[in-house]
């Protein structure tokens, strides 16, 4: 049986649709050269860094526009799947929706996961973010997506921090867990490798992180190392944190399969739900 080959990709995107969607096609057929059946591009593919009324005008609903039309046509000419990170119109005035599509080997959007966490931080002596001055929760959990490569489970960037999110994905059946970033460099360079980590450790999943990289403007940067995770915590895919390309991995299902077995975190006997506190309003 040939192995299944997965790619991560990461990028420096920046305010041009056209220009961030002929980098995309470019680094699909760089995976679909190394044989990936599925290519996890980075959170805002289609532009990032552009003011709001800009952003606003660039975005458009599911499943239309020029960015997503693209993404699908060519997935369907090279017969592979895709997982990327774009801005979505929403219905509140001023505010777009952070989704995650993923597309089928027949060009078709197939599920879409809108963040659920917004990432509203203020670090001293760095970057202040307040993506719900421009963004929209969304108010769902989406069961894990059947895909040739396994089941897909649905998160983004800073939803990466919240290992609720992640676990209850692996409950409803998540063999693979995917986060399209654009991690900023000091809250990476501290914490990215950690996270990913963790989460493939304590979910005993495959998890794969899409980033941008470098500097998008004056005022906004990413910190790359896109990476493949596997479940027992090993990075088995990396990219760097300067420039763009594609990092491919092949999945090992009988693994994930003996860890589960030998190390059964998820049973219901070792996990003492009896005993846990509900969670703080604090």
């Given amino acids: 049986m040939q192995p299944i080959k997965i790619a991560v990709a ?3 995107g920046g305010p041009s649709v056209s220009a961030n969607l002929a980098t995309c096609l470019r680094l699909m057929g760089q995976a679909s050269k190394q044989a990936a059946k599925m290519v996890f591009f980075p959170e805002a593919s289609d532009f990032i860094g552009n003011p709001t009324a800009e952003a606003l005008e660039l975005s458009h ?5 020029p960015f997503l039309e693209g993404m699908c046509a060519e997935a369907k000419q090279l ?3 895709c997982s990327v990170g774009i801005h979505e119109k929403s219905p509140s005035p001023g505010r777009l ?3 995650h599509v993923l597309i089928n080997d027949q060009g078709s959007i197939v599920e879409s996961y809108r963040k659920i966490h917004l990432f509203d ?8 973010l307040m993506e719900s001055q421009s963004t929209v929760a969304g108010e769902r959990i989406v069961p894990p997506v059947t895909t040739p490569v396994g089941k897909v ?20 059946g998540a063999e693979i867990l995917t986060f399209p970033s654009a991690f900023t460099i000091k809250t990476g360079e501290a914490h990215w490798e950690v996270l990913l980590r963790s989460r493939a450790i304590e979910t005993q999943t495959y998890v794969v992180a899409a980033a941008q990289v470098g500097k998008h403007s004056e005022k906004r940067s990413s910190y790359g190392h896109a990476m493949i995770v596997d479940p027992w915590g090993r990075i088995v895919a990396e990219c760097d ?42």
């Fill in 61 to 65: 609903p599911l499943p239309s526009g």
């Fill in 79 to 81: 017969g592979i799947w």
């Fill in 97 to 99: 929706y952070n989704t």
């Fill in 10 to 12: 990461q990028f420096v």
């Fill in 153 to 172: 489970g649905l998160g983004i960037c800073y939803d990466l921090r919240f290992p609720e999110l992640a676990l209850e994905l692996r409950r409803q």
């Fill in 241 to 282: 944190g300067q420039e763009e390309g594609v990092a491919v991995a092949s999945m090992d299902f009988e693994a994930l399969e003996r860890i589960r077995l030998e190390m059964p975190v998820m049973n219901h006997r070792h996990r003492r739900y009896d005993t846990y506190s509900q969670p703080l309003d604090s």
């Fill in 121 to 128: 931080v203020d670090i001293a002596n760095g970057p202040r």
